[in-house]
């Protein structure tokens, strides 16, 4: 993978800008896993693609001063198929990801590369996604859904005033 000088400038201020929201300490995001669907509208290839997938998120908040988590995808276009995992952070409804993936090609060699992704969600959310690899960045908007499930359903305290049994 070769990137020219800007690129890797602008790489870099990405990568610290990741660290700098990582290191924020008074930060709250959603303690859940969430699952959902996903449609981007991708360009700065050949030719603009629509394409959809499904990722799923676990965020981690509760014992640490930093909301981090870990998302797995997929997504699905005419031809290709990219598989993806990253680490992100948020503050409340933003935040940003990025993380590894690989693109499977119907007609080219399958590529590898890093993506990044800048988000602004609740349930429901906006992406701006970017694909570094071989032959260029690819860029894409997107939409999804997650529905969330708790993890860690409120802790039972003993106390049973609601409960009355006699």
Do not use: C
């Amino acid at each position: 993978m070769t990137f020219s000088t800007s690129k890797k400038v602008a790489l870099k201020y990405k990568l610290l800008l990741i660290l700098l929201v990582l290191a924020l300490h008074a930060v709250h995001a959603q303690d859940v896993f969430s699952v959902g669907p996903a449609f981007h509208y991708n360009f700065g290839d050949k030719k603009p693609k629509v394409s959809w997938g499904v990722e799923a998120s676990l965020w981690w908040f509760e014992d640490y001063k930093v909301p981090f988590s870990a998302n797995l995808g997929f997504d699905r276009r005419k031809g290709n198929t990219i598989l993806y995992t990253q680490a992100q952070t948020g503050l409340g409804i933003v935040g940003i990801s990025a993380g590894p993936y690989i693109e499977f090609k119907k007609d080219e060699a399958t590529a590898i590369g890093l993506q990044t992704d800048y988000w602004v969600n609740y349930y429901m959310g906006l992406n701006y996604r970017i694909r570094y690899a071989k032959g260029g960045p690819q860029k894409a908007l997107g939409i999804y859904l997650k529905a969330p499930i708790m993890l860690d359903p409120e802790e039972d305290d003993g106390d049973d005033s609601d409960w009355d049994w006699d």
